[in-house]
């Protein structure tokens, strides 16, 4: 019963938190897509360097949605495809990520005159590998944690650039794509990842929560 009664406690405050952040006069959705640079950590069984995987191959897109004009979750997905003639290797990751608005916290809005403003964020996901040297795909965990730079351009559109080091937990192949050990024991992955876009701030007000 007292599980129950915490359960119905804990719907009713977030269904409470969306209906103020309705009310408040700003905006808390955003749509963001990107492109940009990857590159792997030195995870590989044929004798390459990292530099030949990496390269302009990242894509992404995220949805966010602030609870607060601090506190955030952004839904992403991330493309990243580690290439070098025969080899390689294609990720597909879709993660749940928490949000933190640094902007906020050092009142960057107010001293830029709502120009500047810095998102934090970190979350897990999961990862569909696709390797080169075989014919189907492996499932691997993925962690990241971030920062995002934003320039605004207009109410309801900002530049940002993004820099996030992720995790890939068991990665049975390595970024060219070929198995890393006989056995099957998996190992964990890096790479790091940076991208320019644009974020489309959606909803009926004038004004985004980010610039609050």
Same mark, same amino acid.
């Given at each position: 019963?007292?599980? +129950?009664?915490?359960?119905?406690?804990?719907?009713?405050? &977030?269904?409470?938190?969306?209906?103020?952040?309705?009310?408040?006069g700003?905006?808390?959705?955003?749509?963001d897509?990107? /492109?940009? /640079?990857?590159?792997?950590?030195?995870?590989?069984?044929?004798?390459?360097?990292?530099?030949?995987?990496?390269?302009?191959?990242?894509?992404? &897109?995220?949805?966010?949605?602030?609870?607060?004009?601090?506190?955030?979750?952004?839904? $992403?997905?991330?493309?990243?495809? +580690?290439e070098?003639?025969?080899?390689?290797?294609?990720?597909?990751?879709?993660?749940?990520?928490?949000?933190?608005? &640094?902007?906020?916290? +050092?009142?960057? $809005?107010?001293?830029t005159?709502?120009?500047?403003?810095? &998102?934090?964020h970190?979350g897990?996901g999961?990862?569909?590998?696709?390797?080169?040297?075989?014919? =189907? #795909?492996e499932?691997?965990?993925?962690?990241?944690?971030?920062?995002?730079?934003?320039?605004?351009?207009?109410?309801?559109?900002?530049?940002?650039?993004?820099?996030? #080091?992720?995790?890939?937990? =068991?990665?049975?192949?390595?970024?060219?794509?070929?198995?890393?050990?006989?056995?099957?024991?998996?190992?964990?992955?890096?790479?790091?990842?940076?991208?320019?876009?644009?974020?489309? #701030?959606?909803?009926?007000?004038?004004?985004?929560?980010?610039?609050?």
């Open positions: 019963m007292l599980q +129950f009664n915490k359960l119905n406690l804990l719907v009713v405050f &977030l269904f409470s938190v969306m209906t103020f952040a309705q009310q408040d700003w905006n808390h959705w955003s749509l897509a990107g /492109y940009g /640079y990857v590159q792997p950590s030195s995870l590989f069984k044929t004798p390459q360097s990292t530099g030949k995987f990496a390269g302009f191959r990242h894509a992404e &897109l995220g949805l966010r949605y602030m609870v607060t004009p601090t506190i955030g979750a952004k839904l $992403s997905y991330n493309n990243d495809r +580690f070098y003639k025969r080899y390689g290797i294609e990720f597909n990751t879709f993660q749940l990520e928490a949000v933190y608005n &640094l902007g906020s916290l +050092f009142q960057l $809005s107010y001293w005159y709502e120009t500047v403003g810095l &998102l934090a970190a897990s999961v990862t569909i590998a696709g390797p080169e040297s075989i014919k =189907k #795909y499932t691997i965990g993925t962690a990241s944690l971030g920062l995002t730079p934003q320039v605004k351009v207009a109410d309801r559109l900002s530049i940002y650039a993004d820099l996030t #080091y992720a995790f890939h937990f =068991k990665q049975h192949y390595g970024f060219d794509g070929v198995l890393l050990d006989p056995d099957y024991n998996p190992e964990v992955g890096k790479s790091l990842r940076f991208a320019v876009g644009i974020q489309l #701030y959606l909803g009926k007000e004038r004004r985004h929560v980010d610039w609050y």
